[in-house]
């Protein structure tokens, strides 16, 4: 019997679940690959939204004692700032990393495992490690910071906000501004030039360490190559130039409670521990620089017969006669071979000059040495062409020497890294101080490298500013007679170091800027210095403005050498005179002792003679911009007139713990006090001593 089959009694129509499955699966993988997609997207948008929206603008990066650093994403800038954020002390722009269009997040660290570390790396820019140095028994924190291009067209560059903070410190310029945040510099190497001839460039006395009136100092790391720019009123810059050598950008930031605190702090960085007095001496008589446009040694011989009678007659008492450098080889009679030693011998004898050896005079010295002279060619005949910079030439390296100007004619510089060069040069000093018994050697000419000049690539004895500091050791080498021009790193040697030129007008190029240069000086720990001639040298032309002159006199009267280029008989107003002799003789009877009792503190502590109104209100920000005014050590304000026409002035009195009394009137006046409209005549200097209330 055949079998019969079950009939199906529903409407649905028969289907198998393996059907099913593959029916959903056709009309659902649509969907779940969409849902899948939507839910990748969301993930994104929330991950973009914590980066941008939700996460904090700013990371803490290292914590100290009372400070921390701060990364600001959205600025690509860090900040230094006490912990409970009510202070910034500085702010800085990391112009290495990021670009307006991306931000940087910035919050891994990689040194992790140290609290007083960060590292970081930015892929195909730089790396970075940030360490903090807290000191025991210290009141600053410092932040070592440093840089390094991951490859060799990374520039690094880093910027320091000016905004509510003003700057000090750096290097002289043309025209100086105290502080520096209305300066204009364009990005250059950082090193010491002579404004005469580059009065765009950095001036004669520098060193890298900027001073900021929130409490903080920058001090760069001396041996790295380093550019600096300053934009007026925004920001100061440092900057490694991108090359093979990958070269870091490396600072260190310390912070504090106030300006002087952290300078104090930061000197004993800046210097060495152990600082050496020049010779006092230097103070006590001003510099007469002889007017003497001669051919001859006879004829200067003279002109200092001349001179030395008028100061006499004019009882403007002793005094040193300045010789400048050519005046110097004509009185000497250099015009001869007075190279000796093994390989040279002395052609011929010149004769004593005992009326110069009676005179207190200086001589003008340089490392140049003209190509016209028979000295030059002697020495490239008898092979010691090592004594000058020179490269090495053609196929047996024979020594060429590097041709420079000085002084408009064509020269060659003393190889300062070659010993017997340095012997021969003592040598010749020491023959001249048995011919002329001069007081002083004022040695001049280290600024310049005639390598960079040339585009050539220097020794790397001499790279930067390397040739400034052998010169101070050459000049420490002469004795404590020797002053120097330039100074950079050398403020503990014993010298004095003479300022720029300063044009004969009432500019920042000229009368107003001799306040802010002493202050700028002593701030860097150049306190001895010899400021440049009442009226202004950069000009050879004698000063007529009779103003111009006694207020330029007030002011020098009270710093530390006077120097006069016009003599002040070359006025036909006897009062120019008669205040010439005035301020000669406070000079060496009020500031000399003065300086001689802040020039002890300083030996021990580092404190600065010339002092800023700051140091005695360093919370004060009235005492911050004041460029007029300056402290002799803590007891002494002087206010001088600084502008043409003028019988009175504003003086701000700082610090209202103490009163002030003039010692003109011996009226007393309490700290903290603006004086408006102060009486200030032709000869007057107001100056204030400081009395505990």
């Given at each position: 019997?055949p079998h019969?089959?079950t009939?199906?009694p529903?409407?649905?129509p028969?289907v198998?679940?393996?059907t099913?499955l593959?029916?959903m699966?056709?009309t659902?993988?649509?969907a779940i690959?969409?849902?899948g997609v939507?839910?990748f997207?969301?993930?994104?948008?929330?991950?973009i939204?914590w980066?941008v929206?939700?996460?904090?603008?700013?990371n803490?990066i290292?914590?100290?004692g009372?400070s921390?650093?701060?990364?600001?994403r959205?600025?690509n800038?860090?900040?230094?700032?006490?912990l409970?954020?009510d202070k910034?002390f500085?702010?800085i722009?990391?112009?290495n990393?990021?670009?307006?269009?991306?931000?940087v997040?910035f919050?891994?660290n990689?040194?992790?495992?140290?609290?007083?570390?960060f590292?970081?790396?930015?892929?195909?820019v730089?790396?970075?490690?940030i360490?903090?140095e807290?000191?025991?028994?210290?009141?600053?924190?410092?932040y070592s910071?440093?840089?390094?291009?991951?490859?060799?067209h990374v520039?690094l560059k880093?910027c320091?906000?000016?905004v509510n903070?003003?700057w000090y410190?750096?290097a002289?310029?043309?025209a100086?501004?105290?502080?520096i945040?209305?300066?204009d510099?364009s990005m250059?190497s950082f090193?010491?030039?002579d404004?005469?001839?580059?009065?765009?460039?950095?001036?004669?006395?520098l060193?890298?360490y900027?001073?900021g009136?929130?409490g903080?100092?920058v001090?760069?790391a001396p041996?790295?190559?380093?550019?600096?720019?300053?934009?007026?009123?925004?920001?100061?810059c440092?900057?490694?130039?991108p090359g093979?050598?990958?070269m870091p950008?490396?600072?260190?930031v310390c912070?504090g409670q106030?300006?002087?605190?952290?300078h104090?702090?930061?000197?004993q960085?800046?210097?060495v521990p152990f600082?050496?007095?020049?010779?006092?001496n230097v103070?006590?008589l001003?510099?007469w620089k002889?007017p003497a446009?001669?051919?001859?040694g006879?004829?200067?011989?003279?002109?200092l017969?001349t001179?030395?009678n008028?100061?006499?007659?004019?009882h403007l008492?002793?005094?040193?006669?300045?010789?400048?450098?050519h005046?110097?080889s004509?009185?000497?009679?250099?015009?001869?071979?007075?190279?000796n030693?093994?390989?040279?011998t002395?052609?011929?004898?010149t004769?004593?000059l005992?009326?110069?050896?009676l005179?207190?005079?200086s001589?003008?010295?340089?490392?140049?040495?003209?190509?016209?002279?028979q000295?030059?060619q002697t020495s490239?005949q008898d092979g010691t062409?090592d004594?000058?910079?020179?490269l090495?030439?053609?196929p047996?390296?024979?020594l060429?020497?590097?041709?420079?100007?000085?002084r408009?004619k064509?020269c060659?510089?003393?190889n300062?890294?070659n010993p017997?060069a340095i012997?021969?040069f003592?040598?010749r000093?020491g023959?001249?101080?048995s011919?002329?018994?001069m007081?002083?050697?004022i040695?001049e000419?280290?600024?310049?490298?005639?390598?960079?000049?040339?585009a050539l690539?220097?020794?790397a004895?001499?790279?930067?500013d390397?040739?400034?500091?052998?010169?101070?050791?050459?000049?420490?080498?002469?004795?404590?007679n020797?002053i120097?021009s330039a100074g950079t790193?050398?403020?503990h040697?014993?010298l004095f170091?003479?300022m720029s030129?300063?044009?004969?007008?009432?500019s920042?190029?000229?009368?107003k800027g001799?306040?802010?240069?002493?202050l700028h000086?002593s701030?860097?720990?150049y306190n001895f210095?010899?400021p440049d001639a009442?009226?202004?040298?950069?000009?050879?032309?004698?000063v007529?403005?009779?103003?111009?002159f006694i207020?330029?006199?007030?002011?020098?009267a009270?710093l530390p050498v006077?120097?006069f280029?016009?003599?002040?008989w070359?006025?036909?107003?006897?009062?120019?005179?008669n205040?010439?002799?005035?301020?000669?003789?406070?000079?060496q009877?009020?500031?000399?002792p003065l300086?001689?009792?802040?020039a002890e503190?300083w030996q021990?502590s580092g404190?600065?003679?010339?002092r800023?109104?700051?140091?005695d209100s360093p919370e004060d920000p009235?005492?911050?911009?004041?460029d007029?005014?300056?402290?002799?050590?803590?007891e002494?304000l002087?206010?001088p007139?600084?502008?043409?026409?003028?019988?009175?002035?504003?003086?701000?009195?700082?610090?209202?713990?103490?009163q002030w009394?003039?010692?003109?009137?011996a009226?007393?006046?309490d700290?903290g006090?603006l004086?408006q409209?102060?009486?200030?005549?032709l000869g007057d200097v107001?100056v204030?001593?400081r009395?505990?209330s």
């Open positions: 019997m019969a089959r009939r199906n529903s409407p649905i028969e198998t679940w393996d099913g593959k029916e699966n056709e659902w993988k649509g690959a969409c849902l939507a839910v997207f969301v993930m994104t948008i929330g991950i939204y980066q929206v939700d996460q904090p603008n700013k803490w290292l914590k100290g009372f921390g650093l701060i990364w600001e959205r600025a800038s860090l900040l230094i700032q006490t409970s954020e910034t500085v702010e722009d990391v112009g990393v990021g670009t307006p269009d991306m931000e997040p919050v891994r990689l040194c992790w495992l140290n609290k007083t570390e590292c970081y790396t930015w892929d195909s730089a790396e970075v490690k360490s903090l807290i000191a025991d028994e210290s009141e600053t924190e410092c910071m440093t840089w390094t291009p991951v490859h060799c520039e880093d320091f906000s000016m903070v003003s410190g750096g002289s310029v043309h100086p501004s105290w502080p945040n209305d300066v510099v250059q090193r010491v030039s404004l005469r001839d580059n009065p765009s460039g950095f001036g004669s006395v060193e890298r900027f001073l009136s929130s903080v100092a001090l760069v041996h790295i190559p380093l550019h600096v720019g300053v934009q007026s009123r925004q920001q100061f440092l900057q490694t130039a093979m050598e990958r950008l490396q600072y260190t912070v106030n300006i002087k605190t952290v104090q702090e930061a000197v960085q800046l210097s600082r050496e007095l020049p010779n006092m103070l006590r001003p510099f002889l446009n001669v051919d001859s006879v004829k200067v011989e003279r002109e017969r001179f030395s008028r100061l006499k007659r004019h008492g002793e005094g040193v006669i300045s010789l400048d450098e005046s110097t004509l009185l000497s009679n250099m015009d001869h071979d007075y190279l030693g093994r390989r040279r002395l052609k011929r004898q004769r004593d005992p009326f110069v050896k005179l207190n005079i001589v003008t010295l340089s490392p140049y040495l003209s190509v016209d002279t000295q030059f490239m062409q004594y000058w910079l020179s090495p030439s053609g047996q390296a024979r060429v020497p590097l041709l420079t100007l000085w408009g064509y060659v510089k003393l300062i890294t017997e012997n021969w003592l040598e000093v023959s001249l101080h011919r002329l018994g007081e002083y050697v040695l000419g280290g600024e310049g490298n005639p390598f960079k000049e040339q690539r220097p020794p004895a001499l790279t930067g390397e040739y400034v500091g052998l010169l101070a050791g050459l000049a420490e080498k002469i004795g404590d020797a120097v790193r050398s403020s040697k014993p170091v003479r030129a300063l044009q004969s007008d009432w920042y190029a000229g009368l001799i306040i802010p240069s002493l000086y701030l860097l720990g210095f010899i009442v009226g202004g040298s950069l000009s050879s032309e004698l007529t403005d009779d103003e111009l207020r330029w006199l007030g002011i020098m009270f006077l120097s280029q016009t003599p002040p070359a006025s036909e107003d006897d009062k120019v005179l205040f010439t002799r005035v301020y000669i003789s406070k000079h009877e009020f500031v000399v300086i001689e009792k802040y503190e021990v404190n600065p003679i010339y800023p109104l700051w140091w009235a005492t911050f911009t004041i007029d005014e300056f402290l002799i050590g803590d002494v002087v206010a007139v600084t502008e043409k026409g003028v019988l009175q002035r504003d003086i701000y009195l700082p610090n209202s713990d103490f009394q003039d010692t003109n009137n009226k007393v006046f700290g006090t004086l409209s102060y009486p200030a005549g107001p204030f001593i009395k505990t």
